[in-house]
Structure formats: structure tokens, C-alpha cells
T-cell receptor
Framework: AQSVTQLGSHVSVSEGALVLLRCNYSSSVPPYLFWYVQYPNQGLQLLLKYTTGATLVKGINGFEAEFKKSETSFHLTKPSAHMSDAAEYFCAVSTPYSSASKIIFGSGTRLSIRP | ETGVTQTPRHLVMGMTNKKSLKCEQHLGHNAMYWYKQSAKKPLELMFVYNFKEQTENNSVPSRFSPECPNSSHLFLHLHTLQPEDSALYLC??????????FGSGTRLTVV
């Protein structure tokens, strides 16, 4: 069975500071990993994904994440936070080779940006 | 129009009403999903359809009835709902393992 744990339901950083949102996963097979962002009253938008290949993945809006198999982690980072980054972020894992790729979502981390 | 479109964006209904949520995708994806998002709770997968066939029903109460007439359209029929069913209902579609594309959701309030 697969699972995702996001450490910290709420993270607050100052504008211009490093953003680090933590995600650990559990999977019996090599996983596909995702980060999604949700702005208020909107659906989820794909930020980035890891399937195979390079373990450092770059996404939209300056975010990136690194797949670390030994640590079963897929933490999301951004060097310099912007006010527009305030949103809810979801880490997710899916099983490759399934006909309908059921994705398991973490419980989310709300990111606040202080002026 | 591209992407995943959900209508209506907002819905208020009484406990005895019958209403339907609609989802439409123009991406050529073969799988479609309904999720429920409640405050302070993780996203809950409700139903999965793959090539119009329901492949998963996560113990959803029968007052929620999905319908998938073709690979581009997905409905969620609602009847005799409870106040605790108030939530954001999200539709998503996918093709292979590329990840989901979500709609903007329907904010449902049951009074």
C-alpha cells in the first residue's frame, strides 16, 4: 500500500526567504511523485512531477523537488518566497503501470508568506 | 475550451432536493475521478472511471450516484444529502501516469 506524509500542516516564511515543504512517502514499488498547489476556491494545479530519470525536478513558479530514494522523501523547495506563493500544497504518490493511475494525496501544507 | 470544466461553481441545496454536478474534459484522457474536499480533512477519493467503466467506489453512500456516459463527461447525482456532505467536490482526469488535471470544483452547501 502507498501513503504520503506531509510534515507540518502550516508553514510560514518571510517574503524572500527559502521555502521548504516536507513530504515522505511509502511505496512497495518505485513510485511516481507529484506536488500540487491549490489557491483558495480553486482546484489543484500540478506544480511538478517525478516519474523516472533525473531526481531533481523543476516545476512551475520557480519550485523544485528532489527525489531521495534512500530517505523516501520528495521535499519541495523554492529559493525565494513571493507573496503569490501563499496557498495549500499537496504531495502525492501513484503506482506506475496502473490503467487508471490512482493518486494518493497527503493531507496538505498551508504556506503563508509574511511581508 | 480546454482543460477540465465543472459546473456549477457553487450550489446550495436542501436536504430533500435532487441536483447534479457536471464535469467535462477536453483533453482526450481516458480516466476521470470525483474527489471530496472537506475543511480540515484530506482529499477523499470517491469514484474512479476508466474508459467509462467504474473501477473504484470508495464506500461512498448511495445518496451520491455517479454517471459516466462517455470518456469526456462525468456526473455526480445528489439526492437527500446531509449537512456533513457540504464540501468542495473536485473532478479530475488523467491519461497514463502523467498526473491529474483538476477542475475548479463545485462548492456544495447543504442546508
Amino acid at each position: 500500500a502507498q501513503s504520503v506524509t506531509q510534515l507540518g500542516s502550516h508553514v510560514s516564511v518571510s517574503e524572500g526567504a527559502l521555502v521548504l515543504l516536507r513530504c515522505n512517502y511509502s511505496s512497495s514499488v518505485p513510485p511516481y511523485l507529484f506536488w500540487y498547489v491549490q489557491y483558495p476556491n480553486q482546484g489543484l494545479q500540478l506544480l511538478l512531477k517525478y516519474t523516472t530519470g533525473a531526481t531533481l525536478v523543476k516545476g512551475i513558479n520557480g519550485f523544485e523537488a528532489e527525489f531521495k530514494k534512500s530517505e523516501t522523501s520528495f521535499h519541495l523547495t523554492k529559493p525565494s518566497a513571493h507573496m503569490s506563493d501563499a496557498a495549500e500544497y499537496f504531495c502525492a504518490v501513484s503506482t506506475p503501470y496502473s490503467s487508471a493511475s490512482k493518486i494518493i494525496f497527503g493531507s496538505g501544507t498551508r504556506l503563508s508568506i509574511r511581508p | 475550451e480546454t482543460g477540465v470544466t465543472q459546473t456549477p461553481r457553487h450550489l446550495v441545496m436542501g436536504m430533500t432536493n435532487k441536483k447534479s454536478l457536471k464535469c467535462e474534459q477536453h483533453l482526450g484522457h481516458n480516466a476521470m475521478y470525483w474527489y471530496k474536499q472537506s475543511a480540515k480533512k484530506p482529499l477523499e477519493l470517491m469514484f474512479v472511471y476508466n474508459f467509462k467503466e467504474q473501477t473504484e467506489n470508495n464506500s461512498v453512500p448511495s445518496r451520491f450516484s455517479p454517471e459516466c456516459p462517455n470518456s469526456s463527461h462525468l456526473f455526480l447525482h445528489l439526492h437527500t444529502l446531509q449537512p456533513e456532505d457540504s464540501a468542495l467536490y473536485l473532478c479530475a482526469s488523467s491519461q497514463g501516469e502523467g498526473g491529474y488535471t483538476f477542475g475548479s470544483g463545485t462548492r456544495l452547501t447543504v442546508v
